[in-house]
């Protein structure tokens, strides 16, 4: 018996791997935490660009960890290939038209009166044909002027969704107080060990205090690792 894998999320022996498959962590846009990915034979190595096909379009991502073979404990996504200069190039002319787009679904909120909502990044596909702007906001507005609004003006499908302070913070990444890259930016399983909290610090023997919250205000994912 090969016992308990730690949750599905540490890797099983060296000697148990062979026949496991080959996957990578990513972070996808739109997407919060890293995703896993099958890296099948391809040569990735961290801050590589990557093409991947999600369920809602094609999107460009970022090598978070380095690949090796291990249990997949979510659905992986396929990656189609190593992102081109001309996907580079479509993905800066995104990145601007995200911003053209965040700033129209301001104003049509202001427009039709919604009020207690701000919306702070917008991702748009590889193909341009899915759009997703993120936001946050104070109960719960109607947004459904600004969806209608951008779709009309923008020609794509547009998704509006609301945005937590942990989605904020592995979404915009960077490093903790421990001086390393936030576990939610880089590591797929970092939010699937269930939810994160003083109890856990406490069994540990850790008295609760600044230094155990991270970036998002919540205590940090590798309490509960």
Not at 73 to 83: E, N, S
Request: with cysteine; hydrophobic share 30%.
């Amino acid at each position: 018996s090969r016992g308990d894998p730690g949750g599905d999320v540490i890797a099983y022996p060296a000697e148990d791997s062979r026949d496991l498959p080959r996957l990578v962590d990513v972070r996808i846009p739109g997407k919060g935490v890293a995703k896993l990915c099958y890296a099948r034979d391809l040569d990735l190595r961290v801050g590589y660009k990557v093409v991947v096909e999600t369920e809602d379009d094609i999107f460009i991502g970022s090598v978070a960890l380095t690949p090796r073979r291990r249990e997949a404990y979510m659905r992986p996504y396929d990656i189609l290939r190593v992102a081109t200069p001309e996907d580079e190039r479509e993905e800066d002319e995104h990145r601007e038209l995200g911003r053209e787009i965040r700033n129209e679904a301001q104003k049509l909120a202001r427009d039709h009166q919604v009020k207690g909502v701000e919306f702070i990044g917008c991702d748009v596909s590889l193909g341009s044909s899915f759009v997703e702007v993120k936001y946050t906001s104070e109960g719960h507005p109607d947004l459904d002027p600004v969806l209608y609004g951008l779709e009309h003006t923008y020609g794509a499908r547009v998704v509006l969704r609301h945005f937590t302070f942990i989605e904020r913070a592995s979404d915009a990444g960077g490093c903790d107080t421990c001086g390393v890259p936030l576990c939610c930016a880089t590591w797929s399983g970092a939010r699937s060990m269930g939810p994160v909290n003083v109890r856990l610090a406490k069994q540990q023997g850790v008295t609760p205090n600044e230094k155990i919250m991270g970036c998002c205000g919540e205590v940090k994912c590798c309490m509960r690792y």
